[in-house]
């Protein structure tokens, strides 16, 4: 404690939350990674700041560098520390099955998306038996909320101050997504008027997107169902039919979350 009372931050604290902001752009990059002036960009932190940390977590294996492009990526060590936790999350529990059920029922592409602090990440997809599907996002894809129609469902679903706090919080990301605040509000301020969000034009041109958020046992957004599909399969008509669709699957999994239980 300090001399006025106030809790002094703990050691190291600060330093650890900057590598945490850096692993967690860097995960959106995937495979492919990102050179240091995007991590630099969306931090917000100095390019001496991202260098030192990034050069830090390459000597741990937590991150590599690509030779050939000069791009940063998560390092193999990432996916060897998560074999520690192999079990299912309850919402994936949870999910599966009216997932499964859901896919059926709308013949497109099917997405399960999670809310991880500021950002949104895709842990599930099906794909449906219409013949033309939108693989617009595959699994263990990272995009900051407010980009994709998950993450705007998502803040809808949040108090009105959080979610403004979130979008500012990630404006800096939007630039590499081509939106921008105004605009993520807006879109948040439509869904919470539908009570699902309508994507009118998705990740991929051509396309259209619905997506309803759920809730866990606490009543906090924590997830998100997404269906893509070509345009002409999202008119008017079958656009409520799809939302009234996802609506109730939100429900069956937050009602199947209660029984799941931690």
């Known amino acids: 404690m300090t001399a006025h009372g106030r809790t002094e931050p703990r050691q190291g604290a600060q330093a650890i939350r900057r590598a945490l902001a850096v692993l967690r752009i860097l995960a959106a990059g995937r495979e492919t990674g990102l050179p240091l002036a995007e991590v630099v960009q969306a931090t917000g932190l100095t390019r001496p700041t991202v260098h030192r940390i990034v050069h830090a977590l390459i000597e741990e294996g937590i991150v590599e560098r690509s030779e050939k492009t000069g791009r940063y990526a998560i390092g193999n060590q990432v996916p060897e520390l998560a074999l520690a936790r192999p079990s299912r999350s309850p919402l994936l529990a949870a999910a599966d099955e009216v997932l499964r059920r859901t896919s059926r029922q709308v013949g497109d592409t ?24 939108v693989l617009s996002i595959e699994i263990g894809a990272r995009r900051p909320l407010g980009v994709s129609s998950a993450g705007v469902a998502i803040l809808a679903a949040l108090p009105a101050p959080e979610a403004r706090r979130i979008v ?95």
């Open 110 to 133: 099917l997405f399960l998306t999670v809310r991880t602090g500021n950002d949104t990440l895709c842990v599930d997809r099906r794909i449906g038996a219409w013949p033309i599907q």
């Open 168 to 262: 500012a919080a990630n404006e800096a990301r939007f630039l590499a997504y081509r939106t921008n605040i105004s605009a993520v509000l807006a879109q948040i301020a439509a869904a919470r008027r539908r009570g699902y969000n309508l994507r009118e034009v998705g990740l991929v041109q051509g396309t259209k997107s619905i997506s309803t958020w759920i809730k866990t046992v606490d009543g906090r957004p924590a997830a998100a169902i997404t269906v893509s599909a070509v345009r002409s399969r999202l008119g008017p008509r079958r656009e409520q039919e799809v939302a009234e669709t996802l609506l109730n699957a939100s429900r069956d999994i937050e009602r199947a979350l209660q029984s799941v239980g931690p």
